[in-house]
């Protein structure tokens, strides 16, 4: 593939920087499995540094199984609306709701400890640390309900 290219897929897989991503490819001599893992490692650096910041704006998303059985609600919280109003944030604020709905957590934290239904190799924390990352705020999921017949 030419450098173009891997530059692509990996600012695709990771939602990370244009300039990031090659300083990776360059690094790693093109090898875009290490790039991936050190711009994972980057952005969990990035995300514990943005851990303090206020969070004050956000959003609250459902998600209802299909059964109609079962379904939960998420309060996900961000620095700005702009982020808030974004496909990504949107995106996350679902997948933590099904998340929710799916696996029954009874606190935030064991939420975010458990393994994310979609990606086995994650927890759903890691996931939220990728957003973050991507789209460069502190998030926090400040609460969620379930609720089942």
């Not at 998340?99 to 994310?116: G, H, N, T």
């Amino acid at each position: 593939m030419t450098d173009l290219v891997l530059l692509k897929k990996l600012r695709e897989e990771t939602g990370a920087g244009v300039m990031d991503c090659q300083r990776a490819l360059e690094q790693f001599g093109g090898d875009v499995a290490q790039a991936r893992e050190h711009l994972k490692a980057l952005g969990v650096e990035k995300a514990a540094k943005k851990a303090d910041r206020e969070v004050k704006a956000g959003l609250v998303d459902a998600y209802l199984h299909a059964t109609g059985r079962v379904g939960a609600v998420v309060s996900l919280a961000c620095e700005t609306d702009f982020v808030a109003r974004t496909d990504d944030f949107k995106k996350l604020a679902r997948e933590i709701a099904m998340q929710a709905a799916a696996m029954k957590p009874q606190s935030v934290e064991e939420l975010l400890d458990q393994v994310y239904i979609r990606d086995t190799s994650k927890k759903v924390r890691d996931l939220l640390i990728e957003i973050s990352a991507k789209v460069g705020e502190n998030i926090v999921v400040k609460d969620f309900r379930v609720l089942e017949i």
